[in-house]
């Protein structure tokens, strides 16, 4: 009797779970028919799927837009939607608008009726998940109210048809209660995500967008009907005339003071400050607790840390529970806030001060509260925060710069520019050495590098001619559309007919590589100027902000298929690519494998290091040469010539050898070796000799 059929016509039979299960297979009950999982996880599941296909087939669709439409085409869609929405050609190229600028011409624009995803899934669509692809062709501008915050998801609600959607938090969605959004969501089974190109309105123009929303209609039956899908340069414009009618910023007191109001009752007032995202603790101790307020936060993840949560808040006010009172200490506005959020009515005094009273210094525009998860030594935090600043500098426009970002400036090839960005990094070191301006915060080591300027130190960033470019879609920073089509008729060509293993190993490699190539060189870029530097840059470097989990497997695989991908450019007329490469490649063929499985060795040890708390005398982010081993410990050189000693864990000692340069985050320890404190990258001696270390390494 079939399976299925036995389990129907006796649904309510008991069976033990070490019985044999009266299916018919032979198991026992609990191997077989007793296996159940809950359609939550199975939910969730397919959730983190879809969530992590996304972003390929994004880059994918990217990839298809720039191999269809010309620039003309770009340019006259551009130049109609700033007539639309009200604002410059100018404006809408800057990176602001560079989202909202590709959703409307890819997602909303029918051209011979159809839109450009339409076209793209009608092409290439087959091997998308069909959730997915369903959830890509109902992407629509719409409105939405932000009707509560958690950690994780935030609940919206439509204002019109009150239709409620549960969003997946990214890091750096910084939103409140009340807040509205206009964005496009993307589903993923129960809960939805924002899609890349939104924009966060303050609750009093809710009445306005409301209005507006009941004049077009259209909107509710857009995710259904691209056809619908006319209004959204009429929303843009709306809420551009909008802005323009803003009064600005309410222009805060001059005076700090403090406030002291009667403290009821502690436990519910501590309640309701845990509750509220505003509020974070900052101290607790025997003489009671100061919490902080700050409307805005950001965060920063560090992956070289094991996924660490750096957190910075931007302090308001602060608020000190003592004696069965509560004092608040800040400027009137933010003080007023506290006392609404909080219900402290009748204020009992009011003075004027100086300083906070928890750190001893004023309280300005820009002041942080800074928090880590987990909690790291205070020399690692002091790293991170120096760290996340000069990432921030990097991508942030500068008045300097003409208003561009440092790293877009170091990647054109605008002598002027050039000339700008040189003096900017002279001034700033200059300012480091005193002590004085922005450099003080930052990191200075690592700016030079990541800006391929010309510099001392061992990094691998000096393997690239420019800085890599993420997250242009269209733009002067990017490679030609033509070299993305080459990856993509290679890819073709070699899966056609093959098995679904030799699609997805191709796909997989070759997906990887097409994101570098894309953000590593300029329009002007074909593949006989490929160097060895930037092929080695990617396989020991860039590969591990790619994938999720670098495997030896994983090394074969690149290995193999760049290899065929070289001897295919060469059959295609691009003499001697195969030639140049073949050497590196040889040479990783068995050392590239032990660098991936060791750095996840080896990030366990650092990982153990970190949350030790060991007492650390000096920190620094560097690459050291590996010289000689004496059981577990190493002498290694710094790039200054220096030579320290290196414990490294067990398992990666066996395979290491002399002329091998480890990259990361390492601290000197009490008992005067270093050690690792963030996952660190391993390259081979061959990629040291690209990088110009002094290795003992014949070639």
């Known amino acids: ?153 935030m609940t919206v609600q439509q204002p019109v048809s009150h239709e409620t959607h549960y969003l997946l938090r990214s890091n750096n969605l910084h939103v409140e209660v009340g807040q509205m959004i206009v964005g496009r969501l993307l589903n993923l089974g129960l809960r939805d995500m924002l899609f890349s190109g939104s924009i966060i309105l303050q609750p009093h123009v809710k009445q306005s967008l409301l209005e507006w929303l009941k004049e077009h209609p259209e909107v509710e039956d857009a995710a259904n009907d691209t056809g619908k899908r006319v209004y959204t340069t009429d929303l843009y414009r709306f809420i551009v005339s909008f802005g323009d009618d803003e009064t600005g910023e309410v222009k805060q007191a001059d005076a700090l003071l403090r406030r002291s109001y009667a403290l009821p009752n502690r436990d519910q007032l501590i309640k309701e400050m845990e509750a509220t995202r505003s509020f974070e603790l900052k101290r607790r101790d025997a003489a009671g607790e100061i919490w902080v307020y700050a409307t805005r936060k950001e965060e920063h993840l560090f992956p070289a840390l094991k996924g660490a949560l750096l957190e910075l808040y931007e302090v308001q006010a602060e608020l000190i529970i003592s004696d069965g009172k509560i004092m608040l200490e800040g400027f009137a506005p933010q003080l007023d806030e506290v006392a609404d959020l909080l219900q402290l009515h009748p204020m009992q005094n009011e003075e004027e001060i100086q300083v906070l009273s928890s750190t001893g210094s004023k309280l300005s525009k820009g002041t942080l509260f800074i928090t880590s998860q987990p909690t790291l030594p205070p020399k690692v935090l002091q790293w991170a925060v120096q760290t996340y600043f000069a990432e921030k500098w990097l991508v942030t426009p500068h008045e300097a710069l003409d208003e561009l970002a440092p790293i877009l400036v170091a990647a054109s090839d605008n002598a002027e520019l050039n000339g700008k960005l040189q003096s900017l990094m002279e001034q700033m070191e200059q300012d480091n050495k005193l002590g004085q301006g922005l450099a003080r915060f930052i990191r200075m080591d690592m700016l030079r590098p990541r800006l391929t300027l010309k510099n001392e130190t061992l990094h691998v960033n000096n393997l690239l001619r420019r800085p890599l470019i993420e997250g242009l879609p269209d733009s002067v920073y990017t490679v030609h559309p033509d070299r993305l089509a080459d990856i993509s008729r290679f890819v073709h060509e070699m899966t056609e007919g093959k098995s679904e293993a030799t699609v997805k190993k191709y796909d997989e490699v070759m997906n990887n590589f097409r994101s570098f190539v894309r953000g590593a060189f300029g329009p002007s870029f074909t593949w006989k100027q490929l160097r060895k530097e930037e092929l080695a840059y990617f396989l020991v470097h860039d590969i591990y902000a790619r994938t999720d989990a670098t495997t030896k497997t994983l090394a074969t695989n690149l290995l193999s298929v760049l290899t065929s991908f070289f001897k295919w450019l060469d059959k295609q007329g691009v003499a001697n690519v195969h030639a140049t490469m073949q050497p590196l490649l040889a040479e990783l063929k068995e050392t590239l494998p032990e660098a991936y499985r060791l750095r996840g060795v080896l990030e366990k040890e650092a990982n153990q290091n970190l949350l030790g708390q060991a007492s650390l005398s000096d920190l620094t982010e560097e690459t050291f040469l590996l010289l000689e081993k004496n059981k577990d410990v190493w002498t290694a050189k710094r790039a200054n010539g220096e030579q320290i000693t290196l414990s490294l864990a067990a398992d990666a000692t066996d395979v290491l050898a002399s002329d091998w340069l480890i990259a990361g985050l390492f601290g000197l320890t009490e008992d005067g070796s270093w050690k690792v404190f963030g996952t660190p990258e391993l390259y081979p001696p061959v990629v040291a000799l690209l990088l110009g270390a002094p290795t003992s390494v014949l070639v």
């Open 1 to 153: 009797m079939p399976r299925g059929m036995e389990r129907r016509s006796k649904p309510s039979m008991s069976v033990g779970r070490n019985e044999l299960c009266p299916c018919g297979s032979g198991k026992k009950y609990k191997k077989c028919c007793g296996v159940v999982t809950p359609i939550t996880e199975l939910r969730s599941r397919h959730e983190q799927k879809l969530q992590k296909e996304y972003a390929g087939w994004v880059e994918r669709l990217n990839h298809f837009v720039g191999g269809n439409v010309t620039s003309d085409a770009i340019q006259e869609a551009r130049s109609r939607f700033a007539e639309e929405i009200g604002l410059t050609e100018e404006s809408v190229m800057r990176p602001e608008w560079a989202a909202h600028f590709f959703n409307w011409y890819v997602l909303d624009v029918r051209n011979a009726g159809s839109t450009l995803l339409e076209n793209y899934v009608k092409q290439h669509g087959r091997r998308m998940e069909p959730d997915l692809r369903r959830a890509f062709a109902r992407l629509h501008l719409n409105v939405y109210e932000v009707v509560e915050v958690d950690r994780d998801v």
